[in-house]
């Protein structure tokens, strides 16, 4: 079996357990770990081989834009306070902490190389976090800050990874230049991150066709992660950028196919990449436990550093959450924290590793400058798939558990409070519309009738609480009336379909013109 080969088993592997972790209520991630080592035992299987460098390039540009696209550049600016408790300060401590048990316990192992392990199991895998917390229904909030926790701690900790990475493969280290070069390298990915998300909104408007804004979609994060890596910035920044400087700018309400198109195609990357990545952590795990050196030795180091790392995320998330509150309650700003000592526990035990730390450990060089083997990577590989191995299976698996020991929940009560604004606003757009064409056209009675009805279900469809209690009856009526109509015009739609797609057999048929048709039917069945 060649690499090719074991890519599309791992991907298969994918389409199959994402489902089978459903109806199992298991976390996909950690399904598709154990399938990569249970893949790796066996004999046929060749160990991966996946040069370093391309390792970062290829898996985290796609993972980042697809997260990005689940929230907003002002959710990030009205959370920036927890944020930067979670993803900035305990990324630093993490680091520090593990690079300090790691260099005590591992004989052999530099206080560089120390480092870089520490930066490279310091972020918790948003991907992983996120994929459990929203099947387990927790609050908006928490899984708010997972997703900017995760989305800033991967650039706070790659960027620490790689000055780490700096001094151990050069043997010098001097903090004024690391500071400067940090400073410089976030300046530069900004930059590159504005600048390509302009063009990229500019290029978008000159396409026009849905399945090219798709395609340049693809290209751009990975183009930005290549830019500012050229100009020595940081790509994972200069992503993140990219990613909010367009979804702040690309929604265009009307854009009905293209945002179905695109969130389509981005789920589909999202969930292949990821579950081909948490793959590749089981294939590697075999590799890597088999060719450590020392390997027994190693296993206290491991152990220390999963403790560590553990045990900081909840000593540093304890008085966090606690001050963060004190500071919400004192200035009234809108945030979203976590309101409990329960839902700060859930936060520390989602605290997963996953992709990122895979993708950097893999990253680690094999040599140094002088062309020396690069020191403890050996060492490094086998804690860091020891940290994710016992995160992914132990809390990933335990997690559902504690959430309901704990009892934490989503706010329903809130939730339907918004959805009913929404609701209302939504329908008094749609009447404020229909005046100012009753303005302009002339309008049957019939048909303003009609409208008006119509501008007022749309507020009852998405929110039936807007509704008065006395018309709810009626209300219900005539949407379910609706939606047997809807059901039956499905219906016509489906044997049209059906005879047009026949067609496409016959003698004679033009393919185009019967794609052109189908097309047109498929659209008609979205309204």
Excluded: C
Aim: hydrophobic content about 55%; glycine content about 8%; cysteine-free.
């Amino acid at each position: 079996m060649d690499q090719l080969a074991l890519l599309f088993i791992v991907l298969l592997g994918v389409v199959v357990l994402v489902p089978v972790g459903d109806r199992l209520n298991l976390p996909a991630p950690v399904l598709m770990t154990l399938f990569g080592a249970a893949l790796a035992l066996l004999p046929f299987v060749p160990n991966v081989a996946i040069n370093p460098e391309l390792i970062l390039p290829l898996v985290l540009p796609p993972l980042l834009y697809a997260s990005v696209q689940r929230t907003s550049w002002r959710q990030f600016a009205a959370n920036r306070r927890p944020i930067f408790l979670l993803a900035v300060a305990l990324v630093f401590v993490t680091m520090l902490v593990v690079a300090a048990v790691a260099h005590a316990t591992v004989p052999g192992l530099p206080p560089a190389a120390a480092f870089a392990l520490g930066a490279l199991v310091a972020p918790p895998d948003p991907v992983a976090a996120t994929a459990v917390a929203g099947r387990l229904g927790l609050p908006r909030r928490m899984v708010s800050i997972l997703e900017g926790e995760g989305l800033f701690n991967d650039v706070t900790a790659i960027v620490l990874y790689h000055v780490a990475i700096a001094a151990a493969v050069t043997g010098s280290f001097s903090w004024p230049p690391a500071v400067g070069e940090l400073v410089l390298s976030a300046v530069v990915a900004i930059v590159v991150g504005l600048v390509l998300g302009w063009i990229a909104h500019k290029m978008m408007g000159v396409l026009g066709d849905v399945n090219l804004q798709i395609g340049l979609s693809l290209l751009v994060p990975f183009a930005s992660y290549a830019i500012a890596e050229e100009l020595r910035g940081s790509g994972v920044l200069a992503v993140l950028t990219t990613a909010l400087f367009l979804s702040e700018h690309m929604s265009d309400a009307d854009d009905v196919t293209g945002r179905l198109a695109g969130d389509t195609f981005w789920s589909i990357v999202d969930t292949m990449v990821t579950g081909a990545a948490f793959g590749l952590i089981g294939l590697e795990l075999h590799n890597v436990f088999g060719t450590a050196a020392h390997a027994d030795r190693l296993l206290t180091g491991a152990a220390l550093v999963v403790a560590a790392v553990v045990g900081v995320r909840l000593a540093w998330l304890l008085p966090a959450a606690w001050l963060a509150q004190r500071l919400h309650r004192k200035r009234d700003v809108a945030e979203e924290i976590p309101a409990t000592w329960r839902e700060t526990v859930v936060m520390w035990w989602s605290g997963m590793r996953g992709v990122a730390s895979v993708a950097l450990a893999l990253a680690v060089p094999l040599k140094t400058a002088g062309g020396a083997a690069f020191p403890g990577r050996d060492a490094i590989l086998f804690i860091a798939f020891a940290v994710v191995l016992v995160s992914l299976v132990l809390q990933g698996l335990t997690l559902p558990w504690l959430v309901r020991r704990l009892g934490v929940g989503k706010d329903d009560a809130a939730e339907r409070e918004f959805e009913r604004k929404l609701a209302v606003r939504a329908a008094k757009a749609a009447r404020r519309r229909l005046k100012e064409i009753e303005e302009v056209e002339e309008l049957p009675e019939e048909m303003r009738e009609t409208l008006s009805r119509r501008a007022y279900d749309i507020g009852a469809r998405i929110s039936p609480d807007v509704v008065e209690a006395e018309k709810r009856d009626a209300v219900r009526r005539r949407h379910k009336r609706l939606r047997k109509i809807q059901r039956i015009q499905g219906e016509l739609l489906s044997a049209a379909r059906h005879e047009v797609l026949a067609a496409r057999s016959e003698p004679g048929a033009d393919p185009e013109v019967v794609d052109r048709v189908l097309h047109d039917l498929d659209v008609r069945s979205l309204h």
